[in-house]
C-alpha cells in the first residue's frame, strides 16, 4: 500500500465525516453504508460483499456509495472497526477475570461477524474503536508490575488464542453456507476414513475413538482459554520471572 493509500485510510477511520444532529437525517450516510454491508457479510459471507450489492439493500446507486466510502476495501476497514466497536471494556477487578473477559467479548464479535477472520490480518489499518478494545485490554494487566513489553504480550497471547479458536470457527461456518452440509453430518459421512483407524496404524487415536473420546469434546473455547490463563499465570505469579527470548527478525 502506497503511504497516500495508507493516509487515505486512516483518515477515514479516524476522522470520520459529522453527521447532522439537527434537521431532517441525510437519505443515506457512510454509517448506514458500513451497516448494510456488515448485514450482507454476516448473512452471506465476505466473499458475496460488492459495492452493488450493498447498493442494492439500501435501495440506492452503486455510484451512491462511492461520496462516503471510496471503495471496498476502505468499507471492508470500516465494517472490521464497528465490529470492534460492539465489544466492551472489562471491568475493574482481577486481572484473570479481566482478561476471560476481554476474550469472551473478541469471542463474541468473531461469532456474530466470522467473516473478519477471512480477511488478511497482517498490514490491516487499525480503527480507533480496535485500539480502544486493545487500550482496555492493557489497562486489565497494568497494575501487576509487568514491563511495557511483557504487558503487551499478555494481550496479545490472549489475543491469539482467541484468533485461533475463532478462524477454525469460521472456517467451519463458510463450509457449511457453502455446501449445506453441518459440521457433524460432513464428519458422519467419512465412513472410508474411519475404516482406516486400526491399531496398528493409529494405536491412540484407536483407543480415544472406541472409548467414546471424540462423542464428548471438551469446549475448544473454554478449555483452550483456561489453559492460556493458566500459562500466563505462571508467568504473572513467578517471584523471579524468567526472561522472554525477544523477536527476531525473519
Known sequence: MKQNDRDRAVRLLWEPPAEPTRGPKAALSQSRVVEAAMKVADAEGVDALTMRRVAETL?????????????????????????????????????????????REVWKMYRAHPWILQLPQ??????????ASFDCALAVVSELGLKPEEMVAVVTAVGHFVDGVGRT??????????????????????????????????????HIWNAGGYERPLDEFEFGLARVLDGIAVFVESEDRPEVRRETCL
Open 59 to 103: 435501495g440506492f446507486t452503486t455510484m451512491s456509495l462511492y461520496r462516503h466510502v471510496p471503495g471496498k476495501s476502505e468499507l471492508l476497514d470500516l465494517m472490521v472497526d464497528a465490529a470492534w466497536g460492539e465489544t466492551v471494556c472489562a471491568p475493574k477487578g482481577p486481572w484473570r477475570e479481566g482478561m476471560e473477559f476481554y476474550a
Open 122 to 131: 497482517a498490514r490491516r489499518t487499525p480503527g480507533p474503536r480496535a485500539m
Open 169 to 206: 470457527m469460521a472456517d467451519r461456518v463458510k463450509a457449511e453456507r457453502e455446501t449445506g452440509v453441518s459440521e457433524e453430518a460432513w464428519w458422519e459421512g467419512q465412513d472410508s476414513l474411519w475404516a482406516h483407524f486400526t491399531p496398528d496404524r493409529l494405536p491412540w487415536m484407536t
